[in-house]
């Protein structure tokens, strides 16, 4: 035995010895795992955070809100523009009253006597002596004496009137001692001695005054005049004095004229109160409005050949407590022509009160020469025009188309604020909008157990209203479909409720929030939303005070804001208990393969590790993308199939993910592929099983994937 091991030995070594030695490098190869990339799921992917909302089970639903229309002041209480003419003709301007004053006297009486009779036994001795006595003295009867060529110019006035008619008052004021009878009175012109007036007093007494009073009309003035008076009277005893006299006094007063040459007085010949009615529409009543913008223009013409001063005034519109005023100079017409000025205000800033002129006479009294006192009304402005000349100590001719007009535009105004009544208006708003939600769902087909759909009215105008859905359908453009509300929710008009009035421009308006539901019980809105649509085509009608009665001018508490609105949005909020088709979930990731040599992978295999959430089967495919983000290959010819997750029957809900293992053969070209991906798309699309049968989805359900490499590595020594 030892012998024979012995022998082994020896030739072992005479082998060993007769090899030659050469230089070798090992190399062997190795199983290696290597994790990839792993992503974690969940409706977020899908969803943007802020649509979703975890309820109090922790169930998900989706939330969406979408505008619809705004209606806003411009569209419901935008002011007309308004414009105010008036004319100021020759009849309204004044002459100054002619006066003209004659005096006979008892000395007058005698002296004509004597140029008659001669100075001795006649009534100038009588009148003499007893002014000479101081004593009391007969005075025989005096026959009728005529005083004529009496002279009165009334150069200082005017050169000629032609008049439309005058006042003409005569007195007769008698200071002598005795009473005068059968007086008569005649003036005519001088130039073309026609007559203009002749009238007479039967008796006036010692001590009394007569007066009357006659109409001229259609005449010519000349500032020339010759005047007479005849006298008589029954004579008496009586003590007297030469100086005692009756004295004759002509008012010519209350002149209209056609045409004149004269000088005229500085005077006011416009002062006129009177109400613009504003033209609205659809019953609306304005009593007040703040005026955001806005400007009013006054023209003024004047063919009158005297300076104008002009005025226009809207009590009722006030800045900082004052009214609005615009006023100015205007020149004289010359050669024929009109002068021609205009003046602008900004109305900015002010308060108009649009309740005519009822406040005003109130308190000031009848106002505008109707002889009532007016009550407040609406959509009326007040205003009021004056307008004076000056004199400038001429003679100037007018006639009677000579006037003073001024135009009054008020443009372009928007309100701050308005009250009163807004009317009765029909508006409606027909377009389509976009709706999100939804379209991040990759789905083919989905179908919501339960669908809770609101429109939501916010209203920040000062009326109340009702709103009517005429047309709602969800639009699917990237199936071509559509579906259209149906059921009683479209014969419900709603009520929109009315907010309170800050009354104040730095306080916003706390809009009432009015909402009308859709449900499965009032429509097919579930539908709607199973459509999976990417917009929504509205047809929605606002009836403002619908029902209501027109309350009694200056009564009505209407109100709106500049700026405020009739908001509507489209509210969804979406459960998430759901039959899906084809729903996907998927992300982007980076492979990760820092570590590793990639250069000395020479085969393996790709491990996908699941840990699914959902109650739903799933398929998930891995694809590639080169560094243009294309797709050019997937990790797997057919995608790799997941389980569902287990429904606690107790609990109704997934208390453990279900996790899976699945081992994914690779070929060197695919690995190849694999290794130069830039990045991964991994994807997850689930389908309910079994069909028809609604899933609830909580917000702790996920599903996670891992990517890991069991790569056959060479190493090398």
């Given at each position: 035995m030892v012998k024979n091991i012995l022998f082994f030995l020896v030739v072992l070594f005479i082998f060993l010895g007769s090899c030659k030695k050469e230089d070798v490098h090992p190399q062997w190869d190795v199983s290696v795992l290597s994790p990839i990339a792993k992503t974690h799921l969940t409706l977020n992917q899908i969803v943007a955070d802020s649509l979703v909302h975890v309820n109090s089970d922790s169930t998900i639903s989706l939330v969406y809100q979408t505008k619809l229309a705004d209606i806003r002041l411009d569209t419901i209480a935008k002011l007309p523009d308004t414009s105010i003419n008036y004319t100021a003709k020759l009849s309204t301007i004044n002459i100054n009253p002619i006066n003209i004053t004659h005096r006979v006297s008892l000395g007058d009486v005698a002296e004509m006597d004597k140029a008659l009779n001669?100075?001795?036994?006649?009534?100038?001795?009588?009148?003499?002596?007893?002014?000479?006595?101081?004593?009391?003295?007969?005075?025989?009867?005096?026959?009728?004496?005529?005083?004529?060529?009496?002279?009165?110019?009334?150069?200082?006035?005017?050169?000629?009137?032609?008049?439309?008619?005058?006042?003409?008052?005569?007195?007769?004021?008698?200071?002598?001692?005795?009473?005068?009878?059968?007086i008569t009175f005649n003036l005519k012109n001088q130039g073309n001695g026609v007559s203009l007036l002749t009238d007479s007093f039967i008796i006036v007494q010692p001590g009394e005054t007569a007066t009357k009073s006659e109409l001229l009309t259609n005449v010519a003035l000349e500032n020339l005049m010759w005047a007479s008076v005849k006298i008589s009277s029954p004579g008496g005893t009586v003590v007297l004095d030469t100086t005692m006299a009756a004295t004759a006094k002509?008012?010519?007063?209350?002149?209209?004229?056609?045409?004149?040459?004269?000088?005229?007085?500085?005077?006011?010949?416009?002062?006129?109160?009177?109400?613009?009615?504003?033209?609205?529409?659809?019953?609306?009543?304005?009593?007040?409005?703040?005026?955001?913008?806005?400007?009013?223009?006054?023209e003024v013409f004047n063919t009158i050949a005297e300076t104008m001063h002009y005025q226009f005034e809207v009590p009722g519109a006030k800045l900082n407590g004052q009214p609005l005023i615009l006023s100015g100079v205007i020149p004289a017409a010359t050669g024929g022509n009109a002068s021609h000025t205009t003046v602008s205000k900004d109305l900015t800033g002010y308060k108009i009160d649009f309740s005519g002129i009822g406040p005003f006479e109130a308190i000031q009294g009848d106002l505008n020469g109707n002889n009532i006192i007016d009550p407040d009304t609406v959509n009326t402005l007040y205003y009021v025009l004056t307008g004076s000349i000056d004199s400038s100590g001429n003679f100037i001719k007018l006639t009677k188309n000579d006037s003073l007009y001024l135009h009054c535009s008020i443009n372009n105004i928007v309100p701050d604020y308005a009250r009163g009544f807004i009317g009765k208006r029909h508006i409606e708003q027909d377009s389509t909008v976009n709706f999100n939600v939804l379209n991040s769902l990759h789905v083919d087909e989905l179908s919501f157990n339960d669908v809770r759909v609101t429109l939501t009215v916010e209203n920040q105008i000062g009326a109340q209203a009702q709103a009517n859905i005429i047309d709602l359908t969800s639009i699917n453009t990237n199936h071509n479909s559509s579906v259209s509300l149906s059921g009683s929710a479209l014969a419900s008009p709603f009520t929109i409720l009315k907010p309170i009035d800050p009354h104040s421009l730095n306080i916003d308006v706390v809009p009432t929030i009015n909402t009308f539901n859709l449900n499965n019980s009032n429509s097919n809105i579930s539908q709607l939303i199973s459509n999976m649509p990417n917009a929504f085509h509205y047809h929605v009608a606002l009836y403002l005070n619908h029902g209501v009665t027109p309350p009694y001018p200056g009564t009505g508490t209407d109100f709106v804001y500049y700026g405020d609105k009739v908001s509507s949005h489209l509210n969804v909020e979406v459960p998430l208990s759901f039959i899906a088709g084809n729903l996907v979930l998927r992300d982007t990731v980076v492979p990760n393969f820092s570590g590793t040599d990639v250069s000395k992978i020479n085969g393996g295999d790709i491990i996908l590790m699941s840990s699914n959430m959902y109650p739903i089967d799933a398929t998930t495919q891995v694809y590639f993308l080169n560094s243009q983000g294309v797709v050019y290959d997937s990790l797997s010819f057919n995608p790799v199939f997941i389980q569902a997750a287990t429904i606690n029957p107790i609990t109704q809900r997934v208390n453990q993910p279900r996790t899976s293992k699945n081992v994914i053969p690779v070929s060197p070209a695919k690995l190849h592929n694999f290794i130069a991906a830039k990045k991964l798309v991994i994807t997850a699309h689930f389908n309910t099983q079994p069909p028809h049968t609604h899933v609830k989805i909580y917000s702790d359900y996920y599903i996670d994937f891992k990517l890991i490499g069991d790569f056959s590595y060479r190493v090398e020594k």
């Open positions: 001669g100075p001795y036994g006649g009534l100038y001795e009588a009148i003499m002596n007893a002014h000479n006595s101081g004593m009391p003295s007969t005075i025989s009867a005096i026959a009728p004496m005529v005083f004529d060529s009496i002279n009165i110019d009334a150069g200082n006035y005017f050169q000629t009137i032609w008049l439309h008619k005058a006042t003409v008052d005569i007195s007769i004021v008698n200071n002598m001692p005795i009473a005068l009878t059968d002509i008012t010519v007063k209350n002149i209209v004229i056609d045409s004149a040459i004269a000088r005229f007085p500085t005077q006011q010949i416009v002062n006129y109160h009177n109400e613009a009615v504003i033209p609205t529409t659809d019953s609306m009543q304005v009593s007040e409005a703040w005026a955001k913008s806005g400007q009013i223009n006054v």
